[in-house]
Every structure is written in C-alpha cells, then in structure tokens.
C-alpha cells in the first residue's frame, strides 16, 4: 500500500478510481438515500486517502472564492431580511402580479435573469428565494414550482454577461473579452432562450395554478410599507448591499475577487448592526447569524471540489477534451457544435468551472489551424453557452442550482434530484438546440 498522497493504492490507474469514485458519489448523490453533503465529503475523502491526489492538491482543488462568495452573501441576506424588506418586496411583486400566481411566476423569473445578468447567480439566488418564499406563503401557492424556474432564470441571466457567470469570467479574462462583448454576442440569444423558458414554465407550471380568491384579495390588501419592521437596519443593509453590487461590477478594475468583496460586505453590515451592543449581546447576534449559513450546502461544495480535483488531476477532463477535438477533424463548424454540445452535457454532471478551465488551454491551441485567435470566437460562444446553460440540466450541475435547493430544505421542501432532472433536462435541452442554430446562423455559415 502507497503513502496517501503518493501513489494510488495497490499501483491502481489514477484515471479508472477517480472516475469510478466520481460515479459512485454521484449516484449517491443522485439515490439519496443519504444526505448530499455526506455523499461528497466521504468522496472527498476516499480521493486523498486511496491516493487519487495529496492533501495540497485537495486543498488547491478548493475554490475558495465561490465558498467565500456563498458564506458573505449569505450572511448578509440573514441580516437584512430581518429588517422586513423581503416582506417588502414579495407584497410588491405579488401587488404588481395582482397575485395572480402564473403572472407572479413570470415576473420572479424575469427579475432574477435580469439581476443574474449583473449579479452572479449564487448572489441573485440568495436574495430572491428568501422572497419566493414569503411570497408564496402569503398566496398559498406550492413554492417549488417557483424556486424551480428561479433556479434556471439564474443560469440563463448569468450567460449574458462577462460577470454573470464564472464561465464567463474565465473565458473572458483568458481570451481579453470585454463586458460588451459578452452583451452583443450572448445577449440575443439569451433573450430568446428567455422568452422560450418563460413559455415552457407556463405550459407545465403556470396555467394550472389556482390562486385561492381569499389569499389573493388578503395579499392586495397589505401595504408593503407596513412590513418594513426596522428601517435603521434597513437602511444600512441597503446601503451595504449597494457598496457590494459597486464591487461586483468594477471587481476587475480594483483587482478584487468576488467572495472578498461578499465577505468584507458581510463584516461590516455585522459590524454595523452589532455595534454598540454589548459583548456579550454582540456574540449572541453573531450566533444567530452563523446560524443562518446553508452549511450543509458549504460542505458539500467542498466535498464536490476536492472530487472534481481528483478527476482533474487524473486526467480524465484533459482526456474527455483531447476526445472531442479529435472527432471533429479540424473543420471550425463541427469544433464549434461539438463543444457546445460536449460543454452543456458535461456541464450538468460536473461543475463547469475546471471544465472550462482546462478547455480554455486546448481551444488557445488550435488557433493555428483555423487561422489565428479571432478565428476561434465561435468557440468561445460556444463554450460559454454549453457552459452555463448546461448547469441547467441537473440539480448539481451550478453553484446556484444548489444554493437554491438547500434554502428550500431548510424550509421543509424537498429537492429530489430525479425531480428536477425530469423538468430540468428537457428544457435545457432546449436552450441548447436554440445555442446551436443561433451559432451557426451567426458565426458559422
């Protein structure tokens, strides 16, 4: 038996046990007949122990900055929504929707791809469930079919721009693309994706809902400002939560990553409503506030990640990537729909980042086969549109997805992943088709 860290058992092949842990953790996860966060830590643990990578390549698997962004933002949300403005906005959006619920469904689906096109999609998710919920208590709706189409609005928003997703701030930092970039290449087929899905929720979700006629009339009848509960804290939070959108949005000019930004945002709202209390009054509130974390969302991402590293590390990303370029035989057409296609599929069984990091590198290659860096912009819509819509797909195929699902649980509503696969791939799958011929019609024929 080897060393951990120094060879895998018994001179076993890397490639086969990681790939097999992979399988067996995700069907796990995919049973569930255990918790998730569970399923992944053990994973995690049998890559380093059986020797698939060392605990520095485990550690280095970690992204820190998502875990940083999901643990601020978080934390921020559990402050402000004790000043009553979730209430606040679920008794507007239900009085703008005149609580109807199919109208209410639309509308939640359009507001969150429209603050994920700016926000990324873990952030926007985190302060509109919160909402979601509030909202279908009050008019008696099941909140899942809400939570469900907030979930995919959130990767289909998060695709039209450079900061929306992480696959796009990858692809954009590695390649020199700019904001606008993003908007005037991925934004026209993102409205149209948009404007499919929100067909899609109304067929399966929307036209069967009933709202109960006492509900709604009780609904319209509250004043928003009436649940605003403490207005100091929601002046502050408001004011803290604008300084960290300003930080989102100039990040790549003041150099700071996102989850620094949520976490400097978290300390000083905390700083800001512990202060001056007490001591011991100041530990008590803090209590409370940790306590509003998703941590078993936390630790299952990082379970997730160190898996991920292990097959990372053992190649068989490098090998699924060097695959698909040999079958497309160096004609630009086929490269571009084979990794739109490759990256949406993969996508919704894996996280998308270290995909799109390890492609980033194989695309940059071929340029001198189709004739220079431009000439491969097609493949880098392509991996954007796979990339992102793909998490789509399954319920840990994004950050997002996730975030969502963990929220939902807390409240007593469950998340199965056979679920969500059923309504989820099908429409993903759509905006996959859609991806297609909007490439090809734009930059391929």
Known sequence: MNEVGGGVWFGWDPLWVSTAILIVTYGAIISERVNRAIVALLGAGLMILIGVINQEQAVEG??????????????LVAIAKRSGMFQYLAVWSARVSRGQPWALLALLSVVTAVVSAFLDN??????IAPVTLVITEQLKVPPYPFLFTEILASNIGGTATLIGDPPNILIGSAVGLSFNDFVFNLTPVILIVLLLQLAMNHVVWGRQMKGDPEARARV?????????????????????????????????FIG???????????????????????????????????????????????????????????????????????LTRGDLAITAIAILWASAFLSAIIDNIPFVATMIPVIKSMAPTFGGPD?????????????????????????????????????????????????????????II???????????S
């Open 122 to 127: 873990v952030t926007t998710v985190l302060l």
């Open 375 to 431: 000439a491969l912009l097609p493949l880098w819509w392509s991996l954007s549109l796979g990339a992102c819509l793909g998490g789509n797909g399954t319920l840990i195929g994004a950050s997002a997805n996730l975030t969502v699902a963990g929220i939902a649980e807390r409240a007593g509503i469950p998340f199965r992943f056979l679920t969500f696969l059923k309504y989820a791939f099908p429409m993903m799958l759509m905006s």
């Open 256 to 326: 700071l990553e996102a989850g620094t930004i949520a976490l400097a945002g978290a300390a000083l709202l905390l700083l800001l409503d512990c202060w001056p209390r007490e001591r011991e009054a100041q530990t008590h509130r803090l209590n409370e506030m940790f306590a509003e974390v998703e941590w078993v969302t936390i630790f299952f991402f990082i379970g997730l990640f160190v898996v991920v590293a292990g097959v990372e590390h053992a190649g068989l990303l490098n090998w699924f990537a060097d695959e698909v370029l040999k």
């Open 434 to 444: 859609v991806s297609t011929i909007y490439v090809y019609l734009v930059y391929l």
């Open 62 to 75: 970690e992204d820190f900055n998502t875990l940083a962004l999901l643990i601020g933002m978080m934390i």
């Open 220 to 252: 319209m009848g509250f004043n928003a400002h009436e649940t605003i509960t403490d207005w100091p804290l929601l002046y502050k939070s408001l004011l803290v939560i604008g300084l960290v959108v300003l930080g989102f949005v100039t990040a790549r």
